[in-house]
């Protein structure tokens, strides 16, 4: 695809550059990048890198070259980013970035852990006094229920080489161990993202086996290293893949849903965004009618099941009748 031309194209030559560099920890030549900006569409000649390397330093991301001057000069990118003196916030900005941070704080068992609080940290110190006063009074405005939290059994190598492979489109070659049959086996794919989701990291990439975009977990993956193939497939669009699925997961086409809840529960239901297809209807006896079009999935058969008396499926049929195998089957736990 080619990038538009235009005054915003060195903009995205930047955002390309900052990409690239990422997963190129051993620094890159301009023929290497003039090489992967075209891949993305770029279509420039090379002195046009030396000005896009010019214009990236003084955007704050110094490009540092490294040997003699000519075919063979690589350049590498100073990972630690500087914050111009001039930076300043206001009280709703810093009041929205420290929400975020609190709001991060299921990721604290994670690799980004520390170098997300690295940064804040030496945010603060950036900060005037009269700021830095202010973000102690956020601490008792506003506090955070952690949910689900990040996982065991991520390696941070795994999570590097996934990442560097995803920056890069190249393939990635893998042991993995399906969930469904419990094997192990190896696996080349094409990825296209990482996806959080409830307390686990996820892969998004097409399976060369199948040639079918798929879900990886991450912490069954195993032996990760990213080939030298270039991965030539289009990455899928996070709305594309998930819009028919109540949760991450997809089983089968999407089909129209219906739950009713009673009265005590229609508050909860009502103030949430639980699917970007939900419609909400009230009913004169106080119960709320929750329409959804989703694939049916365990995901969604759970969910319902976690209101227990007062949530009832009622249609399309497969879905009662999969809720029904499973609440007899609690029930013969319980006998």
Known sequence: MKVKKGRNSQIARVISLLDIFEGATGGLTVAELH????DRGHEIGRRTIYRDLEALSKAGFPVFPEGEEGINQRFTLDRK???PDYLA???KELFALFMARGALQHLRSSPFHP???GAFHKLEEHLGLKQVRHLAELESEIRFHPGPEWGAGVHPEVLETLRAA???RQVLECVYQSASSKQKGKRRLGPHYLCYSKGSLYLVAEDLGDLKVKLFAVPRMEEAQMSSEAYEGNPSEPADLFDGSFGI???GPAEEVEIEFLPEAAPYVRERKWHSSQKLKTLPDGKLRLSLKVSIDRELMHWVLSFGPR???LGPEPLVGQLKELIE???EGYN
């Open 89 to 91: 916030f206001t009280s």
């Open 249 to 251: 997961h997809t089983s």
């Open 166 to 168: 995803c920056a890069e």
């Open 81 to 83: 980013t500087r914050i």
């Open 329 to 331: 089957a609690m029930r």
């Open 35 to 38: 090489e992967r900006l075209s």
């Open 115 to 117: 170098d997300l609080e």
């Open 311 to 313: 949530a009832r499926a």
